[in-house]
C-alpha cells in the first residue's frame, strides 16, 4: 500500500524567502512517481512539479524545486523567492508502477506574509 | 499544454435528484480519467478509476450504484451523483493524463451542495 505523508498543516514565509514543504512516503514499488500540486482557494489542483524514482537529478520548475533524498523516502518541495502569490494549499502525490491514479497527503497551508 | 475541462463549477439540487458532472481533456485523448472527492480542508480522495470503453474502477467504501461513472469517449467521462442526499454535498474533481510521461491534470472541480 502506499502512504503520503506531510506534517505541517500550515507554514509561513515572508515575501521573497524561501520555504520548504515536506513530504514523506512509503511504498513497496521500485517505481513511482512524485508530484507537488497547488490548489488555491478557488479549488483548481495546479501541476507544479514530478520527481521520477529512476531520475539521478532533484526536479527543478522555475522557483519550484523538489529535494528528492530517496532513502529517507522524502520528496520535499522547495519554492524560492515567495510571492503573495503562492499562498495556497500545497498537496504531495505519489503514483506506483504502471498506475496513474494518485495517493494524495493531507495537504499543507502555506501563507506567504508581507 | 494539456487541458481538462469540468462542468458545471458549480450546483446546487435538492434532495432526492441526480446530477451529472462532465470531464473533457480538450487537446488529448485519455482511456483513464480519475474522479476525487474533497471534503473541505481535507484532502483529495479517489472516488473511482473511469476507463474508457468499459466498466469504471471504484475504490472501496464507494457506492457504483450511487456514483455512476460513463466514459464514452477518449475525450469524456462523466460522473452522475444519483439520488443526492446532503451528505454528498461536496467537491468533485476529476483528472486524466495523455500519457504515462505526463503529470495529471486535473479540471477545475465542481461544487456540489444538495439541499
Known amino acids: 500500500a502506499q502512504k503520503i505523508t506531510q506534517t505541517q498543516p500550515g507554514m509561513f514565509v515572508q515575501e521573497k524567502e524561501a520555504v520548504t514543504l515536506d513530504c514523506t512516503y512509503d511504498t513497496s514499488d521500485p517505481s513511482y512517481g512524485l508530484f507537488w500540486y497547488k490548489q488555491p482557494s478557488s479549488g483548481e489542483m495546479i501541476f507544479l512539479i514530478y520527481?521520477?524514482?529512476?531520475?539521478?537529478q532533484n526536479a527543478t520548475e522555475g522557483r519550484y524545486s523538489l529535494n528528492f533524498q530517496k532513502a529517507r523516502k522524502s520528496a520535499n518541495l522547495v519554492i524560492s523567492a515567495s510571492q503573495l502569490g503562492d499562498s495556497a494549499m500545497y498537496f504531495c502525490?505519489?503514483?506506483?508502477?504502471?498506475?496513474?491514479?494518485?495517493?494524495f497527503g493531507t495537504g499543507t497551508r502555506l501563507q506567504v506574509t508581507l | 499544454g494539456a487541458v481538462v475541462s469540468q462542468h458545471p463549477s458549480r450546483v446546487i439540487c435538492k434532495s432526492g435528484t441526480s446530477v451529472k458532472i462532465e470531464c473533457r481533456s480538450l487537446d488529448f485523448q485519455a482511456t483513464t480519467m480519475f474522479w476525487y472527492r474533497q471534503f473541505p480542508k481535507q484532502s483529495l480522495m479517489l472516488m473511482a478509476t473511469s476507463n474508457e470503453g468499459s466498466k469504471a474502477t471504484y475504490e472501496q467504501g464507494v457506492e457504483k450504484d450511487k456514483f455512476l461513472i460513463n466514459h464514452a469517449s477518449l475525450t469524456l467521462s462523466t460522473l452522475t451523483v444519483t439520488s443526492a442526499h446532503p451528505e454528498d454535498s461536496s467537491f468533485y474533481i476529476c483528472s486524466a493524463r495523455g500519457d504515462t510521461h505526463s503529470p495529471l491534470h486535473f479540471g477545475n472541480g465542481t461544487r456540489l451542495t444538495v439541499t
Open positions: 502525490a505519489m503514483s506506483s508502477g504502471t498506475a496513474s491514479k494518485l495517493t
Open positions: 520527481q521520477g524514482s529512476y531520475d539521478q
